[in-house]
């Protein structure tokens, strides 16, 4: 094993830990930017570190592909590749069985993709995924598994969790850097709670370095989503990472946070950011508007980052759909958003003011107190007391805008 995972604060579910990783020593919760291949549209990797990233999530199926894990096991791994001196996870590969499902056939072997760059037959075994992942060199790599889409029921979720932990023993038999690269198993099960609690079980009887819960945020319900994480965070043990794959709306972050998730990752803060789109605490600004035109204030009043502190909500809007710069600072903005939220979690459960946190967060996000019925429920569960920022009955979710 080579991590160190210390819990530094709590707050009834909700922890803020120190998880110290080959190439850096991170607090969580956090939040992992994606760069797919090995950069985040954008930005140097200077940039990624002014910010607070910690760690950086690499695609080990469009890796392997561009620029090979030949390659990179020559130059001395991927984070050297890309000048990035803090940790890298990868993840599997597995993901592509969904997003890319027309090109992938799945046996007991493993997933057969055809080659998107020259058509060419790629046969990913779960062998094969972690030899790759022992190439690229990241801090933190993912087991296979067998992933399908959330919303599948019956007899494929359970063959795709049976699968997953059968799987879980051939990557820990390929794994051949236990010292150098924490390999973490990941709970399949769909929105059945058997399923989930089999997998749970399954994965923590193998004594990995930590956990993910996969599956989620593709296009379930909130109220699924968030008792799927509840169940498992219960489950899986105190002393490992808790990892959320795919999560990236600060709403959910937050919410996970409170049910004891660690670790998140997803592409939303910096592809949203490439339609003109701005997180701030009330939710979304869309640059692209009409009304933006004009506007001298910055994203976010609030905001110390380099973009809020230079940049005009105006100049942005004038950039936004002519030129890449445009892009760039708001991914910019974004990320820092994203990191300055993993630091105020982390803080305020060490400091043992997380409850507020949670409702002046929910506050600016819902100045009405349309509180979404799910996170109200969430809430409850995690023992945090909403009930200051809330309608006397919680709302449907519906996305924020603002202006």
Same mark, same amino acid.
């Given at each position: ?20 990783? #080959?190439?850096?020593v991170?607090?969580?919760?956090? =939040? ?7 950069? %985040? ?12 990233c ?23 791994g991927?984070?050297? =590749?890309?000048? &990035? ?7 599997s590969?597995g993901?592509?069985?969904?997003? +890319?499902?027309?090109?992938?056939d %799945?046996? *007991?072997?493993g997933?057969?993709f055809?080659?998107p760059v ?12 972690i ?14 598994d ?16 049976e699968?997953?932990?059968r799987w ?14 924490n390999l ?6 769909g929105?059945?709670? *058997? +399923?989930?609690?089999? /997998?749970?079980?399954?994965m923590?009887?193998?004594n990995?370095? @930590?956990?993910?819960? @996969? ?9 699924? =989503? ?19 794959m795919?999560?990236?709306?600060? +709403? ?7 049910? @004891?998730?660690?670790?998140?990752d997803? $592409?939303? #803060?910096?592809r ?10 009330e939710?979304?600004?869309?640059l ?35 030129d ?5 600072? +708001?991914?910019?903005h ?16 060490v ?6 946190f949670v /409702?002046d967060?929910?506050?600016?996000m =819902?100045?009405?107190?349309?509180v979404?019925? &799910? $996170?109200?429920?969430?809430? *409850? ?7 200051? /920022? ?14």
């Amino acid at each position: 094993m080579a991590l160190r995972f210390e819990i530094l604060g709590r707050f009834n579910r909700a922890r803020a830990s120190r998880l110290t990783l #080959p190439h850096f020593v991170c607090q969580t919760p956090l =939040f992992m930017p994606v760069g797919t291949q090995g950069t %985040i549209k954008g930005l140097t990797t200077s940039q990624l570190e002014d910010i607070g990233c910690q760690i950086i999530l690499g695609n080990t199926y469009h890796l392997a592909l561009r620029p090979t894990p030949e390659l990179l096991d020559e130059v001395g791994g991927l984070p050297k =590749f890309m000048n &990035w001196p803090r940790a890298m996870l990868t993840d599997s590969g597995g993901f592509q069985m969904v997003s +890319l499902l027309h090109l992938a056939d %799945i046996t *007991e072997k493993g997933v057969t993709f055809q080659s998107p760059v020259d058509g060419k037959p790629m046969l990913l075994t779960p062998e094969e995924s972690i030899q790759i992942q022992n190439k690229i060199g990241a801090d933190i790599i993912m087991a296979l598994d067998d992933v399908i889409k959330t919303t599948t029921t019956g007899a494929r979720v359970k063959e795709a969790m049976e699968r997953t932990l059968r799987w879980i023993d051939r990557c820990i038999k390929a794994h051949k850097r236990p010292h150098d690269q924490n390999l973490f198993g990941i709970v399949q099960g769909g929105l059945d709670p *058997e +399923l989930r609690d089999i /997998c749970v079980k399954g994965m923590v009887e193998r004594n990995l370095p @930590g956990y993910a819960i @996969g599956g989620l945020s593709g296009g379930e319900d909130k109220n699924s =989503f968030w008792r799927v994480v509840a169940q498992c965070t219960a489950a899986l043990p105190e002393d490992k990472p808790r990892y959320v794959m795919g999560v990236g709306y600060p +709403l959910d972050i937050v919410v996970c946070s409170a049910l @004891g998730a660690d670790m998140y990752d997803c $592409v939303y #803060p910096t592809r949203t950011a490439r339609f003109g789109t701005a997180l701030v605490p009330e939710g979304v600004l869309k640059l692209k508007n009409r009304d933006m035109a004009d506007d001298t204030r910055p994203i976010d009043p609030t905001c110390s980052c380099m973009v809020c502190k230079n940049y005009t909500r105006a100049y942005i809007h004038c950039l936004v759909t002519k030129d890449a710069m445009g892009s760039q600072l +708001l991914s910019y903005h974004n990320l820092y958003y994203m990191m300055q939220l993993s630091r105020n979690l982390h803080s305020s459960i060490v400091e043992k003011r997380f409850p507020k946190f949670v /409702c002046d967060f929910l506050h600016r996000m =819902f100045p009405k107190g349309d509180v979404p019925e &799910w $996170v109200c429920d969430a809430m *409850e569960v995690a023992g945090i007391d909403i009930s200051s /920022c809330c309608l006397s009955s919680c709302q449907e979710y519906d996305s924020k805008n603002v202006s």
